[in-house]
């Protein structure tokens, strides 16, 4: 075979490797979802890697795969093969095209990143803090509502502004494709805009210690009428008067009003484990403690848990974790209603009547 | 003396009952110092200091510094040369020794129990991962796992680099041994102990953060955090004193006519590696004694509530620790460059600009640090800065391989155990190599920061920059090392195992990573639909590991066979070759002189070295 | 192999002649340096990332004092070298402990004074003689108990080389030949000297108090 066969052949292994990895890349590797605006631009970007990252792989393994088949030595060859040394003029091309190309691909990420992060108009901030392990979101130009879910109204660019009270954390939502950390004393900004509706997760990106695991929160993306209706039912203060024990129960537990993260962030009512026990079930059910105790929740248990999280804390759960100030919001908040509206109300009493609802 | 009386009075055994006592020793100081000052007695400060001076007690206990404290009372003490009378050979490698070829095989044989333990740690939380749900690990434990596998497993690198170094430099050069051979046998001995502390750190109670151990969570962590920073920083010692011995052996020591590139490409591999080790070190010593600190005596730098900065944590850390991902790869990439012109039986393509492109990728390594941080809260521009300096590593890289490509082409190659692993270990660092540029293009990297995505890049150049060079290092110079041949046989299957489990292992990572699965969490969402991929991942990882139970019997059972391998059975140029395996005590009796280049390979009558005549006088 | 050490046994043979080895150590302590220039710098960096353009309050005069003494100890160093060269025993030894006795005041100046470990209190020629910062006054503790207690750190360990060279030198060892360990420990003095002429004003001049 003379040499520049060699090359052809070669060449075209260059070109079917190309594509097959190609093709094997966008197979195995599919990108959530794309439910924001940032996401389009992300996904090409993503497809011209995948490109790059097809063809370099090709372009260097077609050559040694080739080389491997074609120039093995036969058993009884003693002999070397032709002295090589080098070649200066290839040596400068494959440095120098490289320096052209990743010149280009910086300036590009460069370019298309300030379009990610620049301000948009009409943004609508959203508050987030982050703690051990939970999320919770303030809507300051929504009268200040505090969730534990995260609202967004379809096709609204959104900017948050977070804040974590304790480690670092991390803000993704892998359909969104964005991310950003969290840095305690240091005010993180995040820009998107959700475009498709639909349920999401944000999931904690960033290790911050025993439970970073669960440290999820659910994100829905609605439509800018039922967005209005979210804010319209969570800041509209209800008459507490007219309300059942249980269904004022449900609003503390999703802390649709008080300046608290409700305790959805944390209890689940489905039987998922969260950071705390689950409450489905919960009421009459036996726990064991940490100091292998055994008991049996009822009323005098649940406030003593409200009042002093770290008295007795179920095994497989962490001290520390449930915020040790509830009595004192709690009652702040029950002055407030006894001003308003004259009634008195015990959060605690109201959280059990909800709780007792809670069967499988 | 008989082996048990061997074992007990061996280095090892006196360093670590010297370390045990003077933990207990640090404990008890501090506490007694405490009650004394009537403070309430707690454990921490006391842990710490008895960590810190038990490595000086596992050093006094070994030896390692008798003939450093009789200089210090102005004695002369004559280098120890040769297996101590009246003991058997091996028993070498349990003692201080301080000829290079004893060192470096200790580094060796360490780097591969450790390596041997950090898999067992991947194995374990990789069952775990096989299924979502949590099945028999709790989330601490998980934690603890691998944080300590991220940790063990570059462990075991620096200790391997160590090993490949060591042994083949002076050889390669002509040295007799390194410039500094105490110093050395500090470096490999002061990574014992170092090691310990942090599988002792795993022990009592572990740590959650990770082997990066960012501020404020490393300042809140359970106390195994303390033991792990203590055990890395105190490995620093090993790096930046063995880097500075090597420089200095490199600079000083070199045979007759050996100029700078006629040096096999290896010890360019090394000298790159050493010029990192030795600097940036300092630079995540000062980060880790700093979050000690804050730890035990309240010094405030990274807790933003005294009104620290935890990012400043960050750029000192990744200041080493971007580079040393060079230090990982430099000495395999040299490997690489050095066994494929033996078995292309052709000369290595564009030798100045390999030999050059090692410092290249080590001094660009310095510039690049910042983009392990692209959303933890850097400014703008500093991520535009960073994006471009990083992606520019590609192009040194990229010359490595297109040089590579260049030997081979048009090469005699044969396909020996050693050739495979080459094969192998280009292959899979392309791979890894190729999967940074996207990570170093921020608008990607939002969404690949913290997920598999990574952690298939980071297994993928590691194992194609060190572990694959390494395994194929270890095959190339066995009979250098033993004098006997590695069985053919097992050694392929052990490549035809663990390569195509690696590419399993890293791709799926990868997929897992792209659809949403983040680094770092003990069970993840079934809604993600990476399940599959984590089943196979797990069984990929059980195959590698398998694999590399084969190796260490091939090499353990053939170190003990009787035959004996040809002197240069690989029919190479290198000068290690032209002498007798094992190589004899003080590696070459005539000094040789370089009359050549390197890899002349297919020029006829073309000679690299020449041996000197024999001094007169003996 | 030189003639001189023709008569040494096969094992010595192998072993470098001093001039060869000084080449060598010579060598090894300046890159030792290069990689500590790392470690200080580090702590540099730090200072700047976290004190801006800021410092805490310090006594001037405490910091100018300790300084000079530093640098005066540093030119007994020097002279105690030069005096080895000449083989002038006795301005070497007493040059020597000058120089230690000197860094001694130094360290007790830094960690009684300036950190004032005992918690005391004086203002004299009105001066405040003893610290007031703590450890745990923020970064301004952290930072300035980091930089000052590193450099503390080696300036004892200097000084215990000195120590123990002057005992060494009491004992004869050196010659004008043959004192390595006189050269390292005077170079490793001078450096820790450098070291001190930027982290002073890190420490004590740049920034406006915070
Ligand atoms: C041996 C280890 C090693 C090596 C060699 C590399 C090499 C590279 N790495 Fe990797 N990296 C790690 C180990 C390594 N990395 C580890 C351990 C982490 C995670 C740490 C942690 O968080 O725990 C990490 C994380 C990491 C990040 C941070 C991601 C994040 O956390 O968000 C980034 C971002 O830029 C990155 C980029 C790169 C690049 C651009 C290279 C380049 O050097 C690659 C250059 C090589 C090539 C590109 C291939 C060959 C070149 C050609 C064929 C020429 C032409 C090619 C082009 C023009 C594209 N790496
Ligand atoms: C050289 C470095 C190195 C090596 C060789 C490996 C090897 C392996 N790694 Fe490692 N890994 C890291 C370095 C390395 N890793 C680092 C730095 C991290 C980051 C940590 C962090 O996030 O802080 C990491 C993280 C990491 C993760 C992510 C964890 C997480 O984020 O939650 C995973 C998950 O799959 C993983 C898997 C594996 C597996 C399956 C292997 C296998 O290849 C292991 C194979 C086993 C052996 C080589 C040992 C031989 C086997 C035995 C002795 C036992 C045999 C027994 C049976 C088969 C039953 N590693
Ligand atoms: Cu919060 Cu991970
Ligand atoms: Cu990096």
Sequence with gaps: MNKQKHYYAVAGLVVIGTIVSYIFLQAIYPLPKAASAEAKTIDFMFDVYFGLIAFMFALIMAFILYASFVFRRQPDDTEDAAHIHGNTTLEIIWTVLPVILVIGLGVWGALEFRGLVSAKENEMVINVTGQQWSWSFEYPEQEDIVSAQLFLPVNRPIVLKMNSEDVLHSFWVPEFRVKQDLVPGYEQELRFEPTVIGRYKVRCAEICGKDHTTMLADVQVVSESDFAAWVEERSARPAYADLTPVERGELWYNAATGDWAGCVGCHSVDGAVRAGPTWLDIYGRTETLTDGATLTVDDTYIRQSIQEPNAQIVEGFNPNIMPQDYVERFTAVQAEILADEGVEIDIIADLIAFMQTLEE | MGTGKIILTSSFTRGIIGQAVFAALGIAFINVIRAALGLEATLEPGVVFGALISVIGFLLGAGVFTDWIKWIGGQKTPLRHGTPAGKPEWSRYLNVDYNHKVIGIQYGITSVIILLVGGIFAITFRLELAQPGMQFLDNDAYNTLFSGHGIVMIASILLGVGAMVNYLVPLMIGAPDMAFPRLNAFSYWVAVPSAILILAGMAVGGWDTGWVAYPPLSLRAPLGVQLFLLGFYMNGFSSIAGAINLLVTVATMRAKGMSLFRMPIFVWAAIATALIQFTATQTVGVSLTMAVAERVIGLNFFDPVGGGNPLLYQHLFWFYSHPVVYVFVLPGLGVISELLPVFSRKPLFGYKWIALSSLGIALLGFLVWAHHMFVAGMPNSLRYAFMLSTMFVAIPTGVKFFSWVGTMWEGKLSFETPMLFVLGAISVFLIGGVTGPILANVPTDLHLHDTYWIVGHFHATMFGGFIFPFFAALYYWFPKITGRMYKESLGKLHFWLMTPAFWVMSLGQMSAGIMGMRRRIADYDPALGVANTQMLVTIAGLVIGWSVLIMVYNLVSSARSQEMAAMNPWRSRSPEWQIPSPVPEFNYDVPFEVVGDPYDYGLSDSEYIRMMPAPSGD | ?210
């Excluded at chain 3, 730090?46 to 004190?51: E, K, N, S, T």
């Excluded at chain 3, 800021?54 to 030119?75: A, D, H």
């Excluded at chain 3, 230690?100 to 830094?110: Q, R």
């Excluded at chain 3, 020629?125 to 450890?135: A, I």
């Design chain 3, 1 to 210: 192999m030189s003639a001189a050490t023709a008569h040494h046994d096969e094992a010595h043979g192998h072993e470098p002649s001093y001039a060869q080895q000084t080449k060598s150590n010579r060598l090894g302590l300046w890159l030792f340096f290069f990689s500590e220039l790392f470690l200080f710098g580090a702590l540099f960096a730090a200072r700047f990332a976290l004190w801006g353009n800021t410092r805490p309050e310090l006594s001037q005069v405490l910091g100018l004092i300790v300084t000079s003494i530093l640098l005066v100890s540093g030119y007994f160093m020097y002279r105690a070298e030069v005096a080895i060269a000449h083989d002038d025993r006795k301005t070497f030894l007493s040059s020597l402990l000058a120089a230690a006795f000197l860094g001694i005041v130094f360290f007790v100046g830094v960690v009684i004074l300036e950190w004032n470990v005992f918690g005391l209190e004086l203002n004299a020629f009105g001066v405040e003689w003893f610290g007031r910062l703590k450890p745990r006054d923020g970064v301004y503790g952290g930072v300035f108990f980091a930089m000052t207690g590193m450099h503390a750190l080696h300036v004892l360990s200097g000084v215990i080389l000195i120590l123990f060279v002057w005992n060494n030198g009491r004992k004869g060892h050196f010659s004008p030949e043959q004192h390595w360990g006189v050269e390292a420990t005077a170079l490793y003095w001078h450096y820790v000297d450098v070291i001190w002429v930027f982290f002073y004003p890190a420490l004590y001049l740049i920034g406006h108090l915070a």
